[in-house]
Structures are given as structure tokens and as C-alpha cells.
């Protein structure tokens, strides 16, 4: 594999469509992140356009509410290579997205999610275990065991399997966490392929979330708080980290923008606070 590219520049801009979109991304001269709320972000590497777990619904169930509108619709979409799907909460997996979405489009998910919604008819799912990995042109997708509760009620525990990804190209390299508690090892994957072969990552995507106090412990043990996200983005050697899951949708405990609130607040003492880079929906991250 080659060595990352050295870093020309960096900028972040509002989405203004799929025009956007132009040589340089597809020839995978340069990647670009665009966040679209929650764990919905779009990233183009390696000439390969990657939708992370798509949701542009406007509620997550019947009582928590969207508090912004998605970063882009979908029809501003561009043309797509990929969807990464992480595991099947519903905040993560929205089957009337789903059904927005182009069906010829491979959808990468954990075994046991990917199995389930075969069944439901959506044929494009395509099993990626932890340890597999699989080619989309010049970009390689590794797959990795998340620490995550993906059986939510008991009775589901056939689709209770849960990823993280990274996504190696010979340009750029990208880490997405979907959704994860802090464990010794959740910083392997990248150790493995990019670290032990004198590579560097360039950007971690990691979730922040935000509980109070009387359910913070039960909270870690499947979700990083802004301080366990710079723990890890500092165990994954990155240069830059972009934070998600926050802004988007109102939770039972905690209001959308508690924990970028909360990162705001830590970075203001942070050594590293020039790599993290917080993209408001819509905006768009571009490295060169």
C-alpha cells in the first residue's frame, strides 16, 4: 500500500448540491467529508462516494424530534458507490430512507443485519464481518467489532451484530466509528493496517454523545462521551477528527447540542484542539 499524500490544504464550505462534487473528488485527488446529521455524513475518497448510515427522517420514532434539517436532501445526492451501515437502531437505520435510496447501490452491514434485511427485500445488502474487508475501485473497506448494544429489546438479538470502518485508499485514509464504547482495543483496526505499515490515519469520525450524570456509566459501556471521543482520537493517531451524532435529533435525557456544547467546552483546554474540526449540517470538509 502507498503512503498517505502530504497535506496541501484544508477547508470546510456549505453544500450546494451534487454540482459540488467535482474532478478532483472523483479522481481521488482529494476526500471530502460532508456531514448531514446524526451518523449520516458523506465521504469521498479514492474516487468512491460513501453514505454512512442514512437517516433524513424528521423523528426517530413517534417523540424524539429532528431540531435541523439534513445537511443535504436526497435528491442533491450525488451518484453513489456505497452505503456503510453500522448496526440496525433505528437512529442509524431508517428503512424510509432505505427506500429513497437506489436499490443497485451496495449496502455494507454487519452479518446478522445484512441476513435481515435480505429478507425484507433489500437485495443490495451485502454481509461485511469484522476482519473482512472488501475493494470499491482504489479504496479498501476494513470492518471492525464495535462496542455496542445492537439488540436493543431482548427479542432481537439476531440482529444484535455491530461495525466500525475504515476506509484505506492510496491517497487518504478515513475511520468511522458508527457507534462505540471506549475499549482497549478500539483503536486496533487502524493499529493493524495503517500503523504497523508506518501510516499515519487522517481523519477519525467519531460520535459524541452526552448523558447526565445518573446515567453516565450505563451510557459508556456502548457510547463514547466528548471526552472518550479525544481519548480515542488520540489512541488512533489521527490528524484531524470530525465529531457526529450531535445537532440533529432531540434524545429522552439530553438535547441535540449537549455534547458539542460540551467538546466546545473541553477543547478550550485541549493541546490538539486545532485537528478537531466541528462541521455544522451541510458543511463540507475538504482535504486535499
Known amino acids: 500500500m502507498q ?38 455524513l458523506l465521504i469521498e475518497i479514492g474516487g468512491r462516494r460513501i453514505l454512512t448510515d442514512p437517516n433524513f427522517d424528521s423523528r426517530l420514532g413517534r417523540f424524539l424530534r429532528r431540531v ?27 428503512f424510509s430512507t432505505l427506500n ?36 470499491l475501485g482504489e479504496v479498501t473497506l476494513f470492518a471492525a467489532k464495535a462496542r ?26 478515513a475511520f468511522f466509528a458508527g457507534d462505540t464504547a471506549l475499549t482497549p482495543t478500539s483503536h486496533r483496526l487502524v493499529e493493524q493496517v495503517l ?13 459524541i454523545g452526552h448523558a447526565p450524570l445518573w446515567k453516565r456509566s450505563l451510557f459508556r459501556r456502548g457510547h463514547l462521551t466528548a471526552e472518550d471521543a479525544l481519548s480515542l482520537y488520540g489512541r488512533l493517531r489521527a490528524r484531524w477528527f470530525i465529531p457526529y451524532h450531535w445537532g440533529t435529533f432531540d434524545h429522552v435525557t439530553s438535547g ?14 485541549y493541546e490538539r484542539r486545532e485537528g478537531v474540526r466541528i462541521l455544522e449540517p451541510g458543511e463540507r470538509w475538504v482535504k486535499e
Open 256 to 269: 441535540a447540542h449537549d455534547a458539542i456544547a460540551h467538546l466546545r467546552s473541553l477543547l478550550t483546554q
Open 68 to 94: 435541523s434539517e439534513p445537511g443535504m436532501l436526497v435528491e442533491q445526492l450525488p451518484r453513489l458507490d456505497a452505503l456503510l451501515l453500522t448496526h440496525a437502531h433505528a437512529d442509524h437505520l431508517s
Open 195 to 207: 500503523h504497523e505499515e508506518s501510516r499515519s490515519l487522517d481523519v477519525a469520525l467519531l460520535p
Open 100 to 135: 429513497l435510496l437506489p436499490r443497485d447501490v451496495p449496502l455494507f452491514a454487519p452479518p446478522s443485519v445484512a441476513r435481515w434485511l435480505s429478507r425484507l427485500g433489500y437485495r443490495q445488502a451485502v454481509p461485511l464481518a469484522p476482519e473482512e474487508n472488501v475493494r
Open 148 to 173: 455496542h448494544a445492537g439488540a436493543r429489546y431482548g427479542v432481537d438479538r439476531w440482529r444484535a451484530d455491530t461495525n466500525m470502518y475504515l476506509l484505506d485508499s492510496p491517497e487518504h485514509t
Open 3 to 40: 503512503p498517505a499524500a502530504v497535506l496541501k490544504g484544508i477547508n470546510a464550505q456549505r453544500h450546494e448540491g451534487s454540482d459540488r462534487h467535482d474532478r478532483d473528488s472523483e479522481s481521488g485527488q482529494q476526500m471530502n467529508i460532508t456531514y448531514i446529521g446524526h451518523a449520516t
